[in-house]
C-alpha cells in the first residue's frame, strides 16, 4: 500500500509530529509532503522517510520567517503531485487537508484543529495588529476561511483528537468524525519523587497558548516558574518577564523529561486542541494547574478550585483566563496537593499511550482502503 503523508511544516518537535512519527513507524516506506523541512529538527525516524517540500522552502528567510507567507500557503500546499498512491492522509492544522488529492484516492484527515487564524482564534490574532495591519490581516483570513471551508469538500474521511476538535469541525465545515487522541510516549517518562519546588510549563511561545498569563500570574508571586520552549513570542515574553521566571528555549527531548521529572507542577494556561503534555507531565506523576476549556477537560481528572476531588484527581482546573484567577488556583494546589497520587496520574496517562494510538490508526487506515478497494 503506497500511502503519502501531508503535514504543514516540520520544524520541531511537538504534538503534532509526536502524531505523525508514530505513524511514520506504522508506515516505513510512505512518502511526507510539507511546507517546510529544517533537518535536524524532527525525529531521525521522520527524516528517515522522504520527505518533499514546496516553494517556500526556498523563499528569502524561509527558516526564521516562513510563517509571514501565510496567505500563498494554499497555493503552495496544493501544488504536490500525489497521484499514484493508494491513500493520503494529512495531519493538519493549517493548511495540510487541503493539498490536492486525485478523485478516486482516500484522503484520511487527522485534525488537529480547523485552521485557528480562520476560525475559532481569528479575534485574538486580529486585536494583536494595528489599524493598518489589521485590515490587510482582515482580507487574508476572509480569503484563508473560504479556502479551508471549500478544501474541507476534498476529504473523505476526518479523524479528531477530540471531542474539543470534533465539535469544530462540525462548526466549520459541517463534518461529522471519529476521535482517536494524540499518542502519549508514556516510555518516556517514569513516576518522579523529585520536587526541586518550581511550577513548569513546556509549549510553544506563540500568542494562543497564553504563557503571558502565566508569567503575569508569578509576577510578586513567591514562586518560581521555568519555561521550556521556543517561538515567536520569546523575546516578549523575556521583556516583560519577572526575575522568578526563567526561559529555556533548547532543550532537547531528555531535558524536557527531566524537567517533568523534577518540577511540582505542570501550569497549562491556554485552551488547547488537545494538549499531549499535561499527559507527560501525568505519565511522570505530576499535577497539572489548568485552563478548564479546551482538550484538557479529556485528559486532567480535575476539580474546580473551590470544588472536591472526584475520584483520583490528577489536576486542578481555573475557569478565568487571568493572573489573578490562576494565581488563587496555585495556592489551592499547594493546600490540596497530598491528595494527588503520584500513580493515579500516571494511569489515567496511560490510556493514551502511543501503542493505542498507533493500532487504532492502523485499523482507521486499512478499513478505508479496504473500503475503497471494495
Given at each position: 500500500m503506497r500511502i503519502a503523508l501531508v503535514c504543514d511544516w516540520l520544524t520541531g518537535m511537538r504534538g503534532g509530529e509526536r502524531c505523525l512519527e508514530a505513524v511514520c513507524e506504522l508506515y516505513p516506506k510512505a512518502d511526507i509532503y510539507t511546507l517546510v523541512h529544517f533537518p535536524g529538527t524532527v525525529s531521525s525516524t521522520i527524516e528517515s522517510h522522504k520527505i518533499h517540500t514546496s516553494y517556500i522552502?526556498?523563499?528569502?528567510?524561509?527558516?526564521?520567517?516562513?510563517?509571514?507567507?501565510?496567505?500563498i500557503f494554499p497555493n503552495a500546499i496544493r501544488?504536490?503531485?500525489?497521484?499514484?498512491?493508494?491513500?493520503?492522509?494529512?495531519?493538519?492544522?493549517?493548511?495540510?487537508?487541503?493539498?490536492?488529492?486525485p478523485a478516486?484516492?482516500?484522503?484520511?484527515?487527522?485534525?488537529?484543529?480547523?485552521?485557528?487564524?480562520?476560525?475559532?482564534?481569528r479575534a485574538d490574532y486580529l486585536n494583536r495588529l494595528g489599524y493598518i495591519r489589521k485590515r490587510v490581516a482582515v482580507l487574508v483570513l476572509d480569503y484563508l476561511r473560504r479556502w479551508d471551508r471549500k478544501t474541507s469538500y476534498g476529504v473523505t474521511h476526518f479523524i479528531a483528537t477530540s471531542r474539543n476538535i470534533q465539535n469544530r469541525l462540525r462548526n466549520a465545515y459541517g463534518r461529522e468524525s471519529v476521535i482517536i487522541h494524540p499518542p502519549v510516549d508514556c516510555d518516556r517518562f517514569a513516576v518522579?519523587?523529585?520536587?526541586?519546588?518550581?511550577?513548569?510549563?513546556?509549549?510553544?511561545?506563540?500568542?494562543?497558548?497564553?504563557?503571558?498569563?502565566?508569567?503575569?500570574?508569578?509576577?510578586?508571586?513567591?514562586?518560581?516558574?521555568?519555561?521550556?520552549g521556543n517561538g515567536p513570542e520569546l523575546h516578549f515574553l523575556k521583556e516583560s518577564a519577572p526575575t522568578n521566571v526563567t526561559f529555556v528555549h533548547d532543550a532537547g527531548d531528555r531535558e524536557v523529561v527531566e524537567y517533568m521529572?523534577?518540577?511540582?507542577?505542570?501550569?497549562?494556561?491556554?485552551?488547547?486542541?488537545?494538549?499531549?503534555?499535561?499527559?507527560?507531565?501525568?505519565?511522570?506523576?505530576?499535577?497539572?494547574?489548568?485552563?478548564?476549556?479546551?482538550?484538557?477537560?479529556?485528559?486532567v481528572v480535575g476539580f474546580e478550585p473551590d470544588g472536591e476531588p472526584a475520584g483520583n484527581p490528577t489536576g486542578i482546573f481555573f475557569g478565568k483566563q487571568s493572573p489573578m484567577e490562576l494565581r488563587k488556583t496555585i495556592l489551592r494546589f499547594e493546600e490540596i496537593e497530598?491528595?494527588?497520587?503520584?500513580?493515579?496520574?500516571?494511569?489515567?496517562?496511560?490510556?493514551?499511550?502511543?501503542p493505542v494510538y498507533k493500532q487504532l490508526m492502523r485499523n482507521f487506515v486499512q478499513s478505508v482502503v479496504g473500503e475503497h478497494l471494495g
Open positions: 522552502q526556498r523563499l528569502p528567510r524561509s527558516r526564521e520567517k516562513f510563517r509571514r507567507y501565510l496567505p501544488r504536490f503531485d500525489l497521484r499514484g498512491y493508494d491513500c493520503v492522509l494529512s495531519f493538519s492544522h493549517c493548511v495540510a487537508k487541503g493539498a490536492a488529492v478516486g484516492i482516500p484522503h484520511i484527515c487527522y485534525c488537529h484543529t480547523p485552521m485557528r487564524y480562520a476560525w475559532h482564534m518522579s519523587d523529585a520536587n526541586d519546588g518550581y511550577y513548569l510549563i513546556v509549549s510553544a511561545l506563540v500568542p494562543y497558548k497564553r504563557v503571558d498569563l502565566a508569567i503575569r500570574a508569578f509576577d510578586g508571586l513567591a514562586r518560581e516558574l521555568v519555561v521550556v521529572e523534577r518540577c511540582r507542577a505542570l501550569i497549562f494556561p491556554g485552551e488547547e486542541d488537545f494538549g499531549i503534555v499535561p499527559l507527560e507531565a501525568q505519565a511522570c506523576g505530576k499535577g497539572v494547574i489548568a485552563f478548564g476549556k479546551g482538550g484538557a477537560m479529556e485528559t497530598e491528595q494527588f497520587d503520584k500513580q493515579a496520574c500516571r494511569s489515567n496517562a496511560l490510556r493514551f499511550d502511543r
